[in-house]
């Protein structure tokens, strides 16, 4: 996608002080949840048979078994202790999992690579006046409610760069979340260390060859939706929707620290690249 770089990219940022250190994992704690799936908790029953468990409060490790959907609720239930998340795929896709396997597994933590990503924060306005906050891991999307096309109106740091995107919808998502909905809206895919953010309209009909932009990963974004009473947009931050918007800012949540472990072998960023020599 050919998109515009509105200023150059930040340097990257050091890591929230509030993440746990990931630390020698030989005797770790270890904490299993799993998603309410056959093989989830199959895999559930025979890890904690063989490796015990803490509660997820108590735990240095807590290891997620399921799918990407999963994944992204554990790290919105359990963000707030900063513990590291090795994730273990009893999903479909399992792009944020590692391979499960029912033994090794405290070597496994022991190689495993800390990745460090910080959400996006979504706050959004409804046609009554209401607030609501939410975080998104992957992305926060715009999507129109009714089979009229939404109209919205793009500001980027309090300059308004759009005065009106006809569409079906429209994201920013984040380096994590650029392989999902995002690159099936024809988006770009992000390296997680380019400090950016990327600005996907979804089926845009006007302008007609508008294609998005990316964005550093410190600005705002800004979506007011016009006749939001005939053309109503609902906002979406992971699974969190709120309906009937008018104004929604998103930025990046950078005092929010989560901790993902992978296999060297899998290595999220190595993966992110893959992705972009896929047939």
Known sequence: MAG??????????????????????????LAFVAAETKEAMAALKTLKKR?????????DVIVALGGDGFMLRTLHRYRNLGTPIYGMNRGTVGFLMNDYRSTGLTGLLQRAHPIKLHPLQMVATNIKGTTRRSLAINEVSLLRETRQTA???????GKQRLDELICDGVMVATAAGSTAYNLSAYGPILPL???LLALTPISAFRPRRWRGALLPHTATVEFTVLNPEKRPVSAVADGTEVRDVVKVTVTEASNITLTLLF???????????????QP
């Open 151 to 157: 109209r919205i109106a793009i500001s980027i740091d």
């Open 263 to 277: 296999d060297p072998e899998h290595n999220l960023e190595e993966r992110i690249i893959k992705e972009q020599f």
């Open 4 to 29: 515009a770089i509105l200023r150059p990219p930040m340097p990257a940022r050091r890591p929230s002080s509030k993440a746990k250190p990931v630390s020698a994992r030989n005797g770790a704690k």
């Open 51 to 59: 490796y015990g468990g803490v509660p997820p409060e108590k735990a």
């Open 193 to 195: 260390g380019s400090s």
